[in-house]
Nanobody, 122 residues
Framework: QVQLVESGGGSVQAGGSLRLSCAAS????????MGWFRQGPGKERERVAH??????YYVDSVKGRFTISQDNSKVTLYLQMNSLEPEDTAMYFC?????????????????WGQGTQVTVSS
């Protein structure tokens, strides 16, 4: 079993920055993929970014503004969000999936956090 706890959300003005963190505990190691998803009001959940065996992927709308990273132990995930836009307003969720599937892109990850709210005002 794996537990994920997100933190770092908040309210900022457009153009501002936030850094989200996801602390993982339980049976998890560097072989798991980890990723960030978000769900805005009235919208479907979408993948924001994920890391899988050292490879990093971003959705087009956040490229150049968001940076995903992990600490050396690979059990804490970060999302540095710069140049925030009102369209980034959403609940942000951390997810992880074990090998061999390592699905951190389709929304079918096995483990999910409770989410942290990000609100960007214009």
């Amino acid at each position: 079993q794996v537990q994920l706890v997100e933190s770092g959300g908040g309210s900022v003005q457009a153009g501002g920055s936030l850094r989200l963190s996801c602390a993982a505990s339980g049976f998890i190691d560097s072989n798991y993929c980890m990723g960030w998803f978000r769900q805005g009001p009235g919208k479907e959940r979408e993948r924001v970014a994920h890391i899988n065996r050292g490879n990093i992927y971003y959705v087009d709308s956040v490229k150049g503004r968001f940076t995903i990273s992990q600490d050396n132990s690979k059990v804490t995930l970060y999302l540095q969000m710069n140049s925030l836009e009102p369209e980034d307003t959403a609940m942000y969720f951390c997810a992880t999936d074990p090998p061999p599937r390592r699905d951190c892109y389709s929304g079918r990850s096995r483990y999910w956090g409770q989410g942290t709210q990000v609100t960007v005002s214009s």
